[in-house]
């Protein structure tokens, strides 16, 4: 079983749509979470971090349930410059376990 | 600063031949890490380092050597390439030695081919 699991999707989606997804992890003792954004044949860079709270950051909602092992983005009124791959990214100690990501779409 | 540097960005080897791509960086981190990225898998481990001096084994290490001389430089070392070793290679640096609470920056990427 992989470490860190995600819908590949494409997800495929209009201007100004709302697009949710989530990622699940297998070590509960994991200990910091990420979204990582990578466009096309370029590096990640770092989204926003997970907090047990939860979090926002402008249009872009992270969510962490422990209790369940999963985090979440939700990507309010979405812009043609989402369009990427969204890297779920857990921690352990020294190791960063990533996701294969989840592709995200926005059409005009 | 120019961040995290890797060169060369793409390189084409035949089986059993050896390369190093070098990766440096400098915003003085002391935590440095070389992955692979293969479609439909997501970036793996292959080792990382807490600083100079100091390397350990990721999740993927077989076939890989590296070693930390300095601060800003952490070469991989492929020992013999083989075809499984096409992929794309990202080295990535923060600045704690715990990388789980610290932005990871990556390079460009160096793109692998070996026929």
């Known amino acids: 079983r992989k470490e860190v699991e995600q819908d590949p999707g494409p997800f495929n989606v209009p201007e100004g749509a709302t697009v949710a997804f989530n990622c699940t992890y297998s070590?509960?003792?994991?200990?910091?979470f990420f979204w990582y954004r990578q466009d096309c044949r370029k590096e990640p860079k770092l989204l926003m971090s997970?907090?047990?709270s939860g979090n926002e950051d402008g249009r872009f909602t992270a969510q962490l349930n422990r209790a369940s092992q999963y985090i979440s983005l939700l990507i309010r009124d979405s812009k043609l410059s989402d369009s990427a791959t969204y890297l779920c990214?857990?921690?352990?100690?020294?190791?960063?376990?990533f996701g294969a990501g989840t592709t995200v779409t926005v059409r005009a | 600063n120019a961040g995290v540097t890797q060169t060369p960005k793409f390189q084409v080897l035949k089986t059993g031949q050896s390369m190093t791509l070098q990766c440096a960086q400098d915003?003085?981190?002391?935590?440095m890490s070389w992955y692979r990225q293969d479609p439909g898998m997501g970036l793996r481990l292959i080792h990382y380092?807490?600083?100079?001096?100091?390397?350990d084994q990721g999740e993927v290490p077989n076939g890989y050597n590296v070693s930390r001389s300095t601060t800003e430089d952490f070469p991989l070392r492929l020992l013999s390439a083989a075809p499984s070793q096409t992929s794309v290679y990202f080295c990535?640096?923060?600045?704690?030695?715990?990388?789980?609470?610290?932005?990871?920056?990556f390079g460009p990427g160096t793109r692998l081919l070996v026929l």
């Open positions: 915003m003085n981190h002391e935590y």
């Open positions: 990535a640096s923060s600045f704690k030695i715990w990388a789980g609470q610290e932005t990871q920056y």
């Open positions: 070590n509960s003792a994991s200990q910091s």
């Open positions: 380092s807490v600083g100079a001096g100091i390397t």
């Open positions: 990214v857990v921690t352990d100690d020294y190791k960063l376990s």
């Open positions: 997970v907090y047990s």
